[in-house]
């Protein structure tokens, strides 16, 4: 009877173990939605710019940030995925992965740097209105009331034009990732009459010798009309 019994129960327990080896293997993790903002090291917003966003399975998508530097992922294991940013404003970046999550989902791309150029006059006067183009790139703008302006770029080296009435001037500029490159140049310009007519010292000194001389030259022609003029009433009202 005890054998039975004992048979019995081993045969239950071999059931049990093939019931419970038939049952798939169930792992569970938490998925999330996880929003990204993507900026500069300077704060601004990196909008409009192809990523990649890689999860933790090591699968890739491609999409793009929005107006606000913003991307949406969905479906997340654990919270945690990467994203690198390839291009931007026209710019290859390919830039390296980094790490975002739901506790810290704000990337900053160290591989963007900020030229600050800087167009000023003979006396050290910022120059307001001037165009600044940086070359072989999609990016202009024009100097503010300080005689600056300022570009977002990739770190590499470039070349920025100026144009100012019949005036241009080149200059070669550096830019590293995450530090602001100053980049002043002087134009021949000493004053300012208009938005249009600018003279130099040199220009401003032929002015006024100029003005002196035609100052010079009215006084002589008006004196020797005077005494031409005194001259002639005398001559008139001198008895036949």
Not at 56 to 75: A, H, M, P, Q
Not at 79 to 100: L, N, P, Q, R
Request: one cysteine or more.
């Amino acid at each position: 009877m005890k054998a039975a019994i004992g048979t019995i129960s081993l045969l239950i327990l071999i059931i049990q173990l093939s019931l419970a080896a038939a049952q798939p293997l169930v792992i569970e993790t938490s998925v999330y939605d996880v929003e990204v903002s993507v900026v500069t090291p300077f704060g601004s917003f990196v909008d409009n710019a192809v990523v990649q966003v890689r999860k933790l399975d090591n699968s890739i998508v491609s999409t793009s940030t929005d107006f606000n530097g913003k991307i949406l992922v969905r479906e997340v294991p654990k919270g945690t995925v990467y994203v690198k940013i390839i291009s931007w404003k026209g710019f290859t970046i390919d830039s390296k992965w980094y790490e975002a999550s739901l506790d810290d989902n704000v990337v900053v791309i160290e591989e963007i740097g900020l030229a600050r150029v800087k167009v000023v006059g003979e006396r050290g006067q910022g120059i307001a209105g001037v165009n600044v183009v940086v070359e072989n790139t999609p990016l202009s703008g024009a100097t503010g009331e300080d005689g600056t302006v300022e570009f977002l770029l990739p770190s590499g080296n470039y070349v920025v034009k100026i144009c100012y009435g019949n005036v241009c001037e080149s200059k070669s500029v550096s830019v590293a990732g995450g530090k602001i490159s100053e980049t002043t140049i002087q134009l021949p310009v000493f004053l300012e009459l208009g938005p249009e007519l600018s003279l130099s010292f040199k220009d401003l000194i032929i002015l006024i010798i100029v003005l002196l001389a035609i100052i010079v030259a009215l006084y002589i022609a008006l004196s020797e009309y005077a005494v031409w003029r005194r001259k002639k009433i005398a001559a008139a009202l001198k008895p036949a």
